[in-house]
């Protein structure tokens, strides 16, 4: 693996270059001390790992690498660093690992591995396409290493929220008086079938346009829609989480894959009134996945990773307590005070406006300790 290293003390950039040489499968291709010239070179080229010292002059590592992983986004970032109060904004970047100096060459051989076996087992994605209902309504077809989305174009919002009303009764007969009463409520039974009949039309033509085959069947008072062998993600993602183990550090990854698959509510950008008891239990799923996860990274003292968790734990569902309590608490084991403060702040901002409620008194009282002031 082709590693580029930038640091602005020469005498660290020289030990960790002679570190990295010691350890097998890595080549280091370029060292730089000036950040400038480092993103020069990562722009013409595509090096698999950047390591980055994070405090430097004129442009932070923090900041160097919100510009390299835009320009590469599958990019391993490693930050080395004296200061572990980066650490949130570092893992936020998808950083495959912060590693405090002096480096140890045995910790550093560790981060090397991990990134090495994260490239060495990714596997070619199937073949089928996907329809994925998290957040968006989207297609996406497989490419050389991932899959790619579709653009598409509906003849009409109701084309797309009937294709969308049928993939979410798949499998299930959907009577057509039903369909008519939701899509076409005031238009006369004629008209009404006609309507039917000239939306389901345009579906069928974009998916075969496509080259997706999803087969909607038409029965004498009832549509089925069939996947074949289309792939849905909320399926996949279902599937994946009752077939989980026992999270360890073994399974950790497997278990924050399913996190990352859930890219937002059910179809939340769509806003159909007949999915919000779909969007809630899978919401209550996720939601309850993902704190068992960041309470196991809580309890083995990995406290940058449990706050992102619980950051987006929050902003998937903001109207818990819970999520802004535990950021309270991990902010202040991250000696963070003006996070804490913050998370306290938007709590009771939030009660106040949805519940007309303030903070529980558990809270109240872990906060008056924590801040020295009475409220």
Known sequence: MRAVLVDDEPLILAHLEKLLQEIKG??????????????????QNQPDVVFLDVEMPELSGI????????????????????????????????AVDYLLKPVKRERLAETVRRFQLDTAEQQPVSS?????????????????????????????????????????????????DIILDLFWPETDESKGFTQLYTTIYQIRKMLKSLGIHINI????????????????????????????????PATLEEHQALID????????????????????????????????????????????????????????????????????????????????ELQYERLTCMLAEQFNQEPRQQVKDWYCHWSGVAL
């Open 261 to 340: 698959l859930y890219e937002g509510n059910y179809l939340e950008d769509c806003g159909y009134l007949w999915s919000e008891g779909e969007k809630e239990r899978l919401r209550s799923l996720w939601l309850n996945h993902i704190t068992h996860v960041a309470q196991f990274l809580v309890g083995r003292r990995e406290y940058p990773q449990a706050v992102i968790l619980y950051n987006r734990a929050q902003e998937i569902h903001p109207y818990t307590e819970d999520s802004y309590f535990m950021l309270m608490q991990l902010y202040d084991k991250l000696q963070d005070r003006h996070s804490v």
């Open 128 to 176: 089928a396409p996907m329809v994925c209902c998290f957040q968006s309504l989207q297609f996406k077809q497989p490419g050389l290493d991932q899959f790619q989305t579709v653009d598409v174009r509906w003849r009409t919002s109701k084309a797309k929220e009937l294709f969308a009303f049928l993939l979410h009764h798949r499998q299930k007969p959907v009577r057509k």
């Open 63 to 94: 900041e160097l690498a919100e510009k390299v992983v835009r320009l590469w986004p599958q990019i391993n970032i490693v930050f080395v660093t004296a200061y572990s109060e980066y650490a949130v904004k570092a893992f936020e970047l998808h």
């Open 217 to 248: 069947a038409s029965h004498d008072n009832h549509y089925v829609l069939d996947l074949n062998e289309v792939k849905l993600d909320v399926e996949e993602w279902e599937k994946g989480i009752a077939s989980l183990s026992p999270i360890t």
């Open 26 to 43: 890595i080549d280091v291709i370029g060292t730089y001390s000036n950040p400038h010239h480092a993103l020069q070179w990562v722009e």
